[in-house]
């Protein structure tokens, strides 16, 4: 009865028939020993067994080729190659059979390791996928309204008929273009893709206001207004952003770069709102 925390190995894996291939190796040269009084049966025994066991490490070297076990034991720790090196010594004491079979229970325990449990080597490109696309996720969704920044300010400098106003909304404008590359860098580093397009929302919005500006013309404070909207919007979604545990030192960075210059924004927006009512 097998131990019930053996590993399982598949009946289909190379390693089972190498140990299959093994025993059916051995149980004939054993019988012909037995029933050859003469002595020429240990001598036909050898010679089966030796072109057995060649077969049979043959057939273990091309698993080990096809499986890319090779390039994972190069990648081993010094101390595991140093206790490798000191069994080297016993394994040349070993019969070819005994090799055989020895080899035919690593490459299953191999096996198991590397393909059963699936924490071994393969699994760190996995989560490293998974990370690069919850990164991408996060960017895709800050970066539409970033670019609603950008199609903001746009719009506010050219209705802006005060020329200290204009001059700062094309510097956020500015600000806001220069904050969609750098996070576009970051996007294209995750998924080779860029995001270029604006929220829904944001195009409503603005629809509306051109709408309300072509009835009531443009009002400096109502444009004020609207950017003090939109910056709000820019600022819930960085915060949405710095929220995801998935980001990057450096991109967590340059995300609350982005934050900090926006409530600076919104802050000196308010301000300019407050002084254009009073006026």
């Avoid at 750098?182 to 397009?197: A, F, I």
Wanted: proline share 2%; no cysteine.
């Amino acid at each position: 009865m097998s131990h019930p925390n053996s590993p399982r190995v598949s009946t289909d894996s190379a390693a089972s028939q190498v140990l299959s291939q093994a025993g059916d190796q051995q149980a004939p040269a054993t019988g012909a020993a037995d029933a050859d009084a003469a002595g020429n049966a240990t001598s036909d025994a050898s010679t089966a067994s030796a072109g057995g066991a060649a077969q049979l490490l043959s057939q273990a070297q091309r698993w080990l080729q096809d499986s890319g076990l090779k390039n994972t034991l190069s990648e081993l720790p010094a101390p595991v190659t140093h206790l490798a090196s000191q069994a080297s010594s016993r394994w040349r004491q070993m019969s070819t059979t005994q090799k055989v079979l020895s080899g035919a229970v690593l490459a299953a325990g191999g096996w198991y390791l590397l393909r059963g449990t699936g924490t071994g080597a393969a699994a760190k490109p996995t989560k490293r996928r998974r990370t690069a696309k919850a990164q991408a996720d996060a960017l895709h969704e800050l970066l539409l309204f970033v670019n609603d920044r950008v199609a903001g300010y746009q719009r506010a400098a050219a209705e802006s008929k005060d020329a200290e106003l204009q001059s700062y909304y094309k510097h956020l404008e500015q600000q806001s273009k220069d904050f969609s590359r750098k996070l576009n860098m970051y996007l294209g580093e995750q998924d080779g893709g860029s995001e270029t397009s604006t929220t829904l929302k944001g195009k409503i919005y603005r629809a509306w206001m051109d709408s309300k500006a072509a009835i009531t013309g443009f009002s400096e404070t109502a444009i004020l207004g609207s950017n003090v909207y939109g910056e709000e919007w820019a600022l819930k979604a960085y915060e949405e952003a710095l929220q995801n545990k998935s980001l990057n030192w450096a991109l967590r960075s340059e995300i609350q770069r982005q934050y900090t210059q926006s409530q600076k924004t919104y802050e000196r927006l308010q301000d300019l709102q407050r002084k254009q009512e009073q006026q």
